[in-house]
């Protein structure tokens, strides 16, 4: 294992995590035990004490999840990672970890909804304040700096925008404050953004999306760069209790060991499919993190390995253009959630941001005629035929709406 770290990078998506196991198995077994027998009441309490190394429990530690768990430390190029149940649960053991009542938090403006509202109405019934802003502009983070800010949250390509941020910057920025700096890397997993290369402190994911790959999963992960903060946040998640199983851990190796191939076909699909609605005569603007229309596209070039499978775009035609859109694609999925090898086609104000109302979604970016789309390792050829038809759907405007 420990030669590892010469091999490329997607060679470690196929051999990360690999432990030595009974009967000499290819991949991790499956240990989908809840606990595990001490051999003595001397060993149990041995590993208790931390004096022996072993299994206890399962909330506590599983070889299955450990393995994943090495796996993703290893492609992030951290110290080690704990598998939670959902992004979700990766977030929020995160802040139960480093603030407390009477902290602050800057956090992107364009970020996935729940993380905002975790912040503003759980947090902000304990005490923590946030400030949200444009994190494209690392000056708009210096201006919402306080004395009492413990952590600059940054979510880079953001959610639903793909507003690039300079990870760099924004560091420089945190740590000047005495702030930590944690980067949600979903959006673009390690294969084409690594966050410690840039100074940031935390990096999570959901797993449910790029990293497992498969749209079977739903599960999250922390990583981490030292010791100390790995035990902080240990101790938070077992209390708290937000872990991954082992099946699922399992599932979300597994899907790890095509991340290569899989982003470097989503990255390709994605370059074709967002030139070609940019030259559409139906579709307003395109933001996409290759194309050079992208505001941070330089930003970009210095932080990415590769542009995403990820592509947010305006219709002309507004609301009603995007229901006609979303209800004749018929390759792409209308669906929810993004990073499978499937194309999932979404419209944010009729569908996951329709709750906030018009004005709060015009704050986050979100207009009446934007899709996002998430695309799918399908030959592209298909991709756009489906586009093609779907977009020749939506009846001609006499006056574009705004
Ligand atoms: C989906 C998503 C989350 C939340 O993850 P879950 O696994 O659904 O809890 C967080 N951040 C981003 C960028 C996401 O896309």
Redesign the pocket.
């Known amino acids: 294992m420990s030669d590892n770290k010469k091999l490329q990078f997607d060679s470690k998506t196929v051999h990360a995590g690999m432990g030595d196991y009974e009967f000499g198995p290819v991949v991790p077994p499956i240990y989908q035990t809840s606990t595990f027998k001490f051999e003595s009441v001397e060993q149990g309490a041995s590993l208790f004490k931390g004096e022996a190394t072993g299994y206890i429990y399962t909330r506590l530690e599983n070889p299955t999840i450990e393995a994943m768990e090495n796996a993703i430390a290893e492609l992030e190029g951290g110290h080690k990672a704990l598998g939670c149940a959902?992004?979700?649960?990766?977030?929020s053991t995160i802040f139960f970890t480093l603030l407390k009542s009477g902290d602050h938090v800057v956090c992107s403006k364009f970020?996935?909804g729940?993380?905002l509202t975790l912040l503003q109405n759980i947090l902000g019934k304990f005490g923590v304040e946030s400030t949200f802003v444009d994190t494209e502009f690392p000056e708009e983070i210096e201006k919402a700096m306080r004395p009492n800010t413990k952590v600059v949250y940054v979510?880079t390509p953001g959610?639903p925008t793909l507003a690039i941020s300079d990870l760099e910057a924004a560091s420089k920025i945190a740590h000047a404050y005495g702030a930590l700096v944690v980067v949600?890397n979903?959006?673009m997993s390690p294969a084409l953004q690594q966050p410690f290369k840039f100074g940031v402190d935390i990096i999570?994911?959901?797993?449910?999306?790029f990293l497992n790959g498969h749209a079977d999963v739903?599960?999250?992960i922390i990583i981490v760069k030292d010791e100390e903060m790995f035990q902080k946040m240990r101790k938070v998640l077992n209390q708290l209790g937000g872990v991954i199983d082992p099946f699922n851990s399992f599932l979300v190796h597994r899907g790890l060991k095509t991340l290569s191939v899989r982003m470097q076909k989503h990255c390709e699909n994605a370059q074709i499919v967002a030139e070609y609605l940019e030259n559409h005569p139906k579709v307003k603007w395109v933001r996409y993190p290759g194309l050079k229309s992208h505001p941070t596209y330089q930003v970009g070039l210095k932080q990415h390995n590769g542009t995403g499978g990820m592509i947010a775009f305006e219709l002309k035609g507004g609301l009603k253009a995007g229901e006609v859109m979303m209800n004749s694609v018929k390759l792409c999925t209308l669906a929810v959630?993004?990073?499978g090898v499937e194309s999932l086609i979404q419209h944010p104000a009729s569908m996951t941001h329709f709750s906030m109302g018009e004005e709060a979604r015009k704050n986050g970016g979100i207009t009446n005629g934007l899709v996002r789309f998430s695309v799918g390792i399908e030959n592209v050829k298909d991709i756009i035929e489906d586009l093609e038809q779907a977009l020749a759907k939506i009846p001609k405007m006499e006056k574009a709406e705004a």
Do not use: Q, R
């Open positions: 959902s992004g979700m649960a990766a977030i970020v996935y729940p993380t979510e959610n949600d979903t959006f999570l994911h959901s797993m449910t999306k739903v599960a999250g959630s993004l990073g």
